[in-house]
T-cell receptor, first 113, second 112 residues
Framework: GAVVSQHPSWVICKSGTSVKIECRSL??????MFWYRQFPKQSLMLMAT?????????EQGVEKDKFLINHASLTLSTLTVTSAHPEDSSFYIC?????????FGPGTRLTVL | KQEVTQIPAALSVPEGENLVLNCSFT??????LQWFRQDPGKGLTSLLL?????REQTSGRLNASLDKSSGRSTLYIAASQPGDSATYLC???????????FGTGTKLQVIP
């Protein structure tokens, strides 16, 4: 099956710094990528939908200036958490969709001290 | 807006039992339905994918059914094992971009 990678798999940063997470589709081109986050003991919540070459569409309640999404190519989308705070600590998962099915990355665990 | 609910939220069974996990969704205009398992602190492992035109899919001890008209899916696990202990999530893509909405999850514990 198709493979989606994320980097890094985990990151610890100080409050106020910015963190970039990469999502790559390794063996297919993904015109659409999605970013999710998962707080402890909760399900995954969609943050934004990212289409190659255009601005991301954010879900209600997600700050677009805080969570910057760039989808510059058909195989790469990045999520930058700007001025991270402890409440941003979460598990971030991306999904890349081919023509029929979405494939999920392994996730990135962000801890903000 | 699609809403996906899973019942029960948690389930504890002795090893060897057969069990059923339930998933219901509010918008029946779905492309497919997928079942995942998630181990603590880990990512998602895809278990079964049912296309909207299908009624069920089987993989080993797992069988998933889909009734689109009633907005329901079930995941049947036969002869449960301790290694099946995990959180099980159903996920439904819908809408123009096929945004995936995840269910609330069922945390399964299989006791040896």
């Amino acid at each position: 099956g198709a493979v989606v990678s994320q980097h890094p798999s985990w990151v610890i940063c100080k409050s106020g710094t910015s963190v970039k997470i990469e999502c790559r589709s390794l063996d297919f081109q993904a015109t659409t990528m999605f970013w999710y986050r998962q707080f402890p003991k909760q399900s995954l919540m969609l943050m934004a939908t990212s289409n190659e070459g255009s601005k991301a569409t954010y879900e209600q309640g997600v700050e677009k200036d805080k969570f910057l999404i760039n989808h510059a190519s058909l195989t790469l989308s990045t999520l930058t958490v700007t001025s991270a705070h402890p409440e941003d600590s979460s598990f971030y998962i991306c999904s890349a969709r081919d023509t029929e099915v979405g494939f999920f990355g392994p996730g990135t665990r962000l801890t903000v001290l | 807006k699609q809403e996906v609910t899973q019942i029960p939220a948690a389930l504890s069974v002795p090893e060897g039992e057969n069990l059923v996990l339930n998933c219901s969704f509010t918008d029946s205009a779905i492309y497919n339905l997928q079942w995942f398992r998630q181990d603590p602190g880990k990512g998602l492992t895809s278990l079964l994918l049912i296309q909207s035109s299908q009624r069920e899919q089987t993989s080993g001890r797992l069988n998933a059914s889909l009734d689109k008209s009633s907005g329901r899916s079930t995941l049947y696990i036969a002869a449960s094992q301790p290694g099946d202990s995990a959180t099980y999530l159903c996920a439904v893509p819908s809408g123009g971009y096929q945004k995936v909405t995840f269910g609330t999850g069922t945390k399964l514990q299989v006791i040896p």
